[in-house]
């Protein structure tokens, strides 16, 4: 049967509710290399199982976690030497746009019924070609706090660190508030909520605006003046101390709601115990706006014949099939990406208080000189947040190092 001719009856038979089984996937096996932690991980398999016991008896799935930067490193690797990439990939969008600029992912749009997705396939998206199929909407980060430690979302800065203030007061063995603190995607809200952007209306990068001043500015006196966050903190220093109630705020991403919702995993906090809030406004009196897309599966150029088949057939089933797609997103505390399934507010508040937050957002392009901005912003936040370079020296560095990367 012709290849293409097989994907259309895959998605009509899907467009009537159900999924055709394919005798051909029965023995496949799966290789999956992806972003999205081993908690949600775990998801993906029971739902791969699921899809595999009604329409692929027999089929396997391996699930390869590879953090951001191991799993852009290992694509370009394996394309580089023709051989060992995997049969899809899930991550986020703004690696998609690397990808695609390496020439290793397949265009979509014939093997997808692109119109299922209507709220951030844009993202997915570079020169009006599709290069990904979003698992949920999002990927934003938020006020994430432990309700047994603060009674309400600060809605300003100063409330937050005035609150952290009175934690720390209380209880000197709990910090009050911590983040990752040199990650320049932790960073973007502040330029965002103080005006700013990475691409001026011309296209051009502009990283030494007044807003990005403003931002390095905020983010040093947050640290050096008000001594709102430890010294020293990356994303596993925030992460593990929230969870064991060790600090009682902190700003993360949608990725890591299962998690925070688990007592197993995280055990001062559970659904009981988890708060989330859109991000406290600035001084300006705006909101830091954090980037917004989702993530996404991607297929390499590699994948063909009967792999390719259970790839398009599996991720098609994971990401519109409304069952598959709210189970999904109940069992990864993630939002749809889909309008056929929707968040009800009152039989799930941690997703309802995600999706507001999600709506303080801004969306986060594919473009692949993206890369050039996250790679010349992050020296010059480490020099701030190290007071060993100024505010404006940093936005002026990141600037010359942009346009060096776009240049090369």
Not at 303 to 322: I, K, R, S
């Amino acid at each position: 049967m012709n290849r293409r001719f097989l994907v259309f009856v895959m998605l009509f038979v899907l467009a009537l509710g159900t999924v055709s089984a394919v005798a051909a996937q029965d023995a496949v096996n799966l290789v999956v290399w992806s972003q999205d932690g081993d908690e949600n991980n775990v998801v993906l398999q029971a739902q791969f199982e699921a899809w595999a016991a009604e329409n692929a008896p027999g089929a396997t799935i391996e699930i390869v976690q590879k953090e951001t930067e191991v799993l852009r490193n290992d694509i370009l690797t394996a394309g580089l030497a023709g051989s060992g990439l995997p049969d899809l990939i899930l991550g986020p969008n703004d690696a998609i746009g690397v990808f695609v600029d390496a020439g290793l992912l397949q265009p979509l749009d014939e093997l997808f019924d692109t119109s299922m997705y209507p709220y951030n396939l844009g993202a997915a998206q570079i020169g009006g070609v599709t290069y990904g199929v979003p698992t949920n909407a999002g990927n934003h980060l938020m006020l994430m706090y432990n309700k047994s430690l603060v009674a309400e979302a600060p809605q300003t800065w100063d409330e937050l660190i005035a609150t952290a203030a009175e934690i720390e007061a209380a209880n000197p063995e709990v910090q009050g508030f911590a983040y990752n603190l040199n990650e320049p995607f932790w960073f973007l809200p502040f330029v965002h909520g103080f005006g700013g952007s990475t691409y001026a209306e011309d296209g051009s990068m502009v990283l030494d605006s007044e807003a990005w001043v403003n931002a390095y500015q905020f983010v040093h006196d947050l640290k050096f003046v008000s001594e709102a966050v430890p010294q020293e903190c990356d994303y596993a220093c925030a992460n593990d101390l929230f969870k064991e109630g060790s600090v009682a705020m902190i700003i993360n991403g949608d990725w890591a709601i299962a998690e925070y919702s688990n007592v197993e995993s995280s055990p001062a906090l559970g659904a009981e115990n988890l708060g989330l809030a859109p991000w406290p406004e600035l001084p300006n009196g705006s909101r830091p706006q954090p980037f917004t897309a989702g993530k996404f599966l991607s297929i390499p150029v590699t994948v063909e014949g009967a792999q390719l088949d259970a790839a398009v057939a599996f991720a098609t089933w994971l990401t519109t099939d409304p069952t598959s797609v709210e189970a999904y997103a109940l069992g990864t505390g993630r939002l749809p990406a889909i309008a056929a399934v929707t968040v009800d507010a009152e039989t799930n508040p941690i997703l309802a208080a995600s999706n507001e937050a999600l709506s303080t957002g801004v969306g986060m392009p594919a473009d692949p000189t993206l890369r050039c901005m996250w790679d010349s912003v992050r020296p010059s936040l480490e020099g701030v947040m190290s007071d060993s370079m100024t505010a404006e020296d940093a936005a002026m560095e990141a600037q010359i190092s942009a346009e060096d990367c776009l240049d090369s």
